[in-house]
């Protein structure tokens, strides 16, 4: 017995229908699609940021690709820090 067949899905599709009705379901879609966009449009306005911020510091922005085989991978270095002590 096929847990997905067409006629199981049909009478999933008919219960729902009868339980929420079109109209919630159609708000639950309009809302789950606004979702959707706004947390593309926050994804593409973060990378844009993270875009200016790099180019704006002077910084080439380099893609993440794994070296090719056969060259060396260059060790991440991290920025050095100063400290520095106030004396009142």
Partial sequence: MDLF???HLLIILV???LVFGTKKLRT??????????????AMS???AEE?????SA?????PNDPPAIGTPAQPETEP???????TT
């Fill in 5 to 7: 067949a067409p006629r």
């Fill in 28 to 41: 639950i879609g309009s809302d789950l699609g606004g979702a959707v966009r706004g947390f593309k449009k």
């Fill in 45 to 47: 306005s973060g990378e």
């Fill in 51 to 55: 875009h200016a911020h790099s180019e």
């Fill in 80 to 86: 050095t820090r100063t400290t520095t002590t106030h």
């Fill in 15 to 17: 219960v729902v229908l």
């Fill in 58 to 62: 002077g910084q080439a922005v380099q």
